[in-house]
């Protein structure tokens, strides 16, 4: 294999396995799938962790899992998709900060992680086996990078101020998800 070959290939691996899992956990939230709470439950907890509205926080968060995933997969949008990956990743980073780095203590390692992998394939974009490449880069053109993750970032300093705002004298519980049948990300 030629090094542009074996690129290609690594960035088509990385996408789908990303993918795959983001769309795991989107489906968990939207639909119930693979053990989750669907959407009734992961309104709940969303609403025990501080976003409001929940359940339009809880659709918005399995969209941007699921969507993203399945766009991060194919290769399609790949700016956009990894831009809202990133910014969802970043309001589960902020629920999960106050329990430190590490995943087995309830810490944002895990959402970070796929934060930063989706934000990566993002920026480097999908490689030649993609359909953003099949439809010569129509949908990830640097304009697209540059404001795709503009907006990721307003609106997720938007969702985590806003929560943040929420938590005021509220009593917010991390652990809320786990009670209500919502994957955390760290399982």
Sequence with gaps: MTPLNRR????????????AV???HGTQKLFGWFGGGGLEGTAKGMEAMGFHPPKESAMAAGI????????????????AAGAA???????????HAPAGFF???????YPAFLGFTAAAIGVMGPGRYSLDHATRHRFDGPWILAAAFAASA??????????AR??????????????????????
Excluded: C, H, Y
């Design 8 to 19: 290609d290939l690594g960035l088509l691996v990385l996408r789908v396995g990303t993918g």
């Design 22 to 24: 983001l769309v795991a």
């Design 64 to 79: 941007a899992e699921a969507g993203g995933g399945v766009l991060l997969a194919l290769g399609l949008a790949t700016p």
């Design 85 to 95: 990956v990133t910014g969802n990743m970043a309001g589960a980073v902020s629920v």
């Design 103 to 109: 995943a087995q203590s309830g810490g944002f390692e």
């Design 154 to 163: 307003l609106a997720a300093a938007a969702v985590v101020g806003r929560r």
């Design 166 to 187: 929420g938590q005021i004298g509220a009593d917010v519980d991390p652990g809320a998800e786990k009670d209500q049948g919502v994957d955390t990300l760290e399982d």
